[in-house]
């Protein structure tokens, strides 16, 4: 169906169509998808954040049918609302971030007092992009980039899931917000000017070993020295104890408390991050960069890949080399 037929069609029957949303959530994020057409959906009582990086589509909403000028954010509120999305022969790269209201809200993670009045403001700001018509905000290039960096940073730290990841994802989606709502209104700030810390965070938040505070036993930092020469095959954890000098039962005991997660996981991250990189910055084919990282099918590697990056290695690679063109 061509971008010119859309408006001709009717308007779905709000009951009828699917709901998503799971009451229990608090927080999704989808980083990179390769998305075609989204046939017409509600939400349960969150708001979806969509980043369209680049494409052709248009977005059918009850306001009427609005071609998608990207880079730019749509917020769709919670039911009754309803969207669509059709792509015309075309892909529309993007991300997609569920917040539940009670993320941005004080009772439900311990801040000090005077954060009160902050987000209360950063919601309010939440209901008025989202109540914008057309709901659509286009982004100038240096706000797209700081917010796919945001994209980043919130994708790890919600995989990650260590102490005070939901107060470091709110505080990304407060900055979120915040450029969305300034490039609204016409304010356009040059990165220079503002010295976010995702600006340098961009460059590591995929080194799971930068981010975890590992001096208090020094055995543990051996045991990831030991692993980060290790990356081009799979290694046991009697292998990593053995170079301890440790039994191997102590040995992922004294890792998976320190660390939070088993030798063999962190392992396994660090083999994908290795990848990551050499997706970005070779040109070797993702067949060849898995095997180099002992994945012995390129199908095992699609799957863990996906599984940490939230794409595929191939939309990994172009995605990131478009961010640094």
Not at 277 to 305: C, W
């Amino acid at each position: 169906m061509s971008l010119s037929a859309i408006s001709a069609q009717h308007t779905p029957d709000i009951a009828s169509l699917p709901a998503y949303g799971n009451p229990d959530d608090i927080f999704q994020i989808y980083p990179v998808l390769e998305m075609g057409s989204v046939a017409p959906h509600i939400h349960n009582n969150f708001y979806e954040v969509q980043y369209f990086a680049r494409g052709n589509a248009i977005l059918r909403h009850q306001g009427g049918d609005i071609p998608l000028r990207t880079p730019c954010l749509h917020i769709c509120p919670p039911a009754p609302v309803w969207h669509e999305i059709v792509c015309d022969r075309s892909t529309v790269w993007t991300a997609s971030i569920a917040i539940y209201p009670r993320l941005l809200k004080r009772d439900d993670i311990d801040v000090p007092d005077h954060h009160e009045a902050v987000m209360t403001d950063v919601f309010q700001t939440l209901l008025q992009l989202a109540q914008l018509d057309p709901p659509m905000t286009e982004l100038k290039h240096p706000a797209a980039r700081r917010i796919e960096r945001l994209i980043t940073v919130m994708s790890e730290e919600f995989r990650l899931r260590l102490p005070g990841y939901l107060v470091r994802l709110r505080s990304c989606l407060e900055e979120l917000i915040i450029i969305a709502y300034r490039e609204q209104h016409g304010i356009h700030v040059h990165p220079s000017i503002i010295n976010t810390s995702t600006e340098n965070e961009s460059q590591s938040s995929h080194k799971l070993g930068d981010e975890i505070q590992l001096e208090r036993d020094r055995r543990v930092a051996n045991a990831i020295k030991w692993m980060r020469s290790n990356l081009h095959d799979v290694v046991s954890n009697k292998d990593i104890s053995h170079s301890l000098k440790l039994t191997e039962k102590h040995f992922v005991r004294l890792f998976s408390n320190e660390v939070g997660i088993s030798p063999q996981r962190y392992h396994l991250r660090l083999r994908l991050e290795a990848s990551a990189e050499y997706l970005i910055n070779t040109e070797m084919s993702v067949s060849s960069i898995a095997q180099t990282f002992g994945f012995k099918h390129p199908s095992h590697f699609h799957r863990r890949f996906r599984e940490f990056y939230g794409s595929t290695p191939s939309l990994y690679r172009y995605f990131n080399r478009q961010q640094t063109s």
